[in-house]
């Protein structure tokens, strides 16, 4: 059984415990507290040298300590404070980056609220557990053989045939049936490759619909977007060492990873509101009378300052750009502050409460528009954004490289 | 009379109060009938999620919820209060909940509520901790005889 070991503070009063539990043991592993006596607490206190006044946090980093001084065993560290916790907040963090330097364990964190709930932290406990038990194909920085990816999203299917590191053909649909779409965007990603589904050495499915078609189409590698997500943005964007922030502003959700080495360890997901997504910008295009396509260099020759936007809402914020164009405002301007609209609403409600890394790779259909990739950057101070080749692909080519680390097709 | 104290879960200031014969005011008992409740499954403390909300009577919803969660147990402690002993500067083996915000809370609270409350500074040597017991039963005598 993989042993999570939990460092925090806070979740025993915030009723948030039994969730802990009930999210581990969903995914084969256990929560575990590392040793610590009083003695102890005020010696990794003073050695790690953070002042701080909660003693529940000086808990937290003698328990820290004595993962790194081998004095507690664990496979995984699951780190948490309660949400705005200013205390909390800064010793997560530190903790998170002193036992990533000094041990090999894979570490998750996350700020919870008295409504945190065992699904919610579903997705980083399987991302634990499966980090664990899979640790020698997430090591996988290099593509071999003729491997297929597809990431069933809850919006679009995306699909990737790659072959030695080198990326063959790509498909991408709307997701309507969720086995017709993934074999839809195979066939088009495999289209004028010249291969059959029986050459392909390995499947790799992720993505909201992962199971029903890994098991239909008898996938190799079924699992979950956290670290396919991460690994194939670092992947694209050849930065699979160090630290990066991998930001996916989605048509209807929006996702945030934070990576050490590819491998995730924090992650927040928005999606309440339409205006901080896709969608806002694909009705501004509407609106302006273009493609969406057009939509971000039109907004690069633009000043949003020039438009006025009182509104994050996606039907106030569109009636003040409308405004604006009547009164004489030009299209690039609009276009232009439509994008910082959205870069704004992200970082106000999810960058917030992440820890942004540079660089920040940013994926997903929103990252082909310039115009938004400025204005992110812009609101993050000037913070270095790379869009690498592919990148409403990452999860479909994070997919297709991992499952080449696994062997033969006959073993399905 | 009823005694709060701070860090409410002082086993030597509950003793205290208790051998000059009146009611400690701590966590423990609450916490006690938290547990031994049948009813709920939220270990280990069984504090569920409606704890954190009724805990918006003493902190407002931007305050974290381990705060709220703790004020939601420890303050109707203090409403209940007649009298109460802060111990300032006490190492977290005397007693403690584990987080500054709450304690910053906690005392204000005890020291806005105007009744008789005696605060020491915690001993670091043994003629101060005599002292400190003296200042203790002294002021526990005097609240018997407030009380008649």
């Known amino acids: 059984m993989v042993k999570i070991a939990q460092i925090s503070c806070g979740t025993d009063f915030s009723g948030v415990q039994k969730e802990i539990e009930k999210a581990a043991s969903t995914f084969g592993a256990e929560i575990v507290f590392p040793e610590t006596d009083l003695d102890y607490i005020d010696e990794a206190y003073q050695k790690f040298g953070f002042n701080c006044a909660s003693s529940g946090i000086k808990l937290m980093i003698a328990r820290a300590m004595s993962i790194v001084e081998g004095k507690s065993d664990a496979d995984a560290v699951f780190i948490a404070t309660c949400f705005r916790c200013a205390e909390g907040a800064l010793v997560r963090n530190e903790i998170r980056r002193f036992i990533q330097q000094n041990t090999r364990l894979p570490v998750v964190t996350y700020s919870f609220t008295e409504r945190t709930k065992a699904d919610e932290l579903f997705i980083r406990m399987e991302a634990l557990a499966t980090i664990v038990a899979r640790k020698s194909i997430l090591a996988r920085e290099k593509q071999e053989g003729l491997t297929l990816g597809v990431d069933s999203g809850s919006t679009t299917t995306k699909a990737v045939l790659m072959e030695n590191n080198k990326i063959l053909g790509a498909g991408w649909l709307p997701t309507t049936d969720v086995i017709a779409s993934a074999q839809k965007a195979i066939e088009e990603a495999m289209d004028g490759s010249g291969y059959k589904m029986d050459d392909v050495d390995g499947l790799g499915i992720t993505g909201y619909g992962r199971l029903t078609i890994g098991k239909r189409l008898g996938a190799k590698l079924i699992q979950e977007e956290l670290s396919v997500n991460a690994k194939g943005a670092v992947y694209l964007a050849g930065h699979q060492k160090g630290e990066a922030t991998v930001l996916d502003i989605g048509g209807m959700d929006n996702k945030v990873i934070t990576v050490n080495d590819g491998i995730p360890d924090n992650f927040t997901m928005g999606g309440i509101c339409a205006g901080a997504s896709g969608r806002f910008l694909e009705i501004t295009a509407r609106r302006l009378g273009v493609d969406i396509s057009e939509l971000g260099p039109l907004a690069l020759k633009g000043n949003y300052k020039n438009a006025s936007l009182n509104s994050y809402c996606i039907v106030f914020g569109i009636q003040d750009l409308v405004t604006s164009l009547a009164a004489g405002g030009s299209k690039e301007d609009v276009a232009d502050a439509a994008c910082h609209s959205v870069a704004e609403q992200v970082y106000e409600q999810q960058l917030q409460e992440i820890d942004v890394r540079e660089p920040l790779i940013q994926v997903g259909g929103t990252s082909l528009i310039e115009g938004l990739v400025e204005a992110v950057s812009d609101t993050l101070g000037g913070i270095k954004v790379i869009v690498p080749e592919y990148s409403q692909h990452i999860g479909a080519v994070g997919s297709a490289l991992l499952v080449s680390g696994m062997g033969d097709l006959d073993e399905k | ?148």
Not at chain 2, 30 to 59: H, Q
Not at chain 2, 79 to 103: H, K, L, V
Request: charged share 30%.
């Open chain 2, 1 to 148: 009379m009823k005694v709060a104290v701070f860090p409410p879960n002082s086993l030597i200031l509950a003793d205290l109060i208790e051998r000059k014969g009146h009611k400690p005011l701590v966590l423990q008992s609450e916490i006690r009938k938290k547990v031994v409740d049948a009813e709920i499954d939220s270990p280990p403390l069984n504090i569920t999620e409606e704890d954190p909300i009724k805990g918006l009577k003493y902190a407002a919803i931007e305050v974290p919820s381990g705060v709220r969660g703790r004020m939601a147990i420890f303050g109707p402690l203090i409403d209940e209060a007649e009298a109460a002993i802060i111990m300032d500067e006490a190492p977290f083996g005397f007693g403690c909940i584990g987080c500054a915000r709450t304690n910053e809370l906690c005392v204000y609270y005890l020291r806005k509520k105007g009744i008789p409350t005696l605060e020491l500074k915690y001993p670091v040597t043994r003629d101060e901790t005599v002292e400190v017991v003296n200042k203790i039963n002294t002021f526990l005598d005097q609240l018997e005889e407030e009380n008649g």
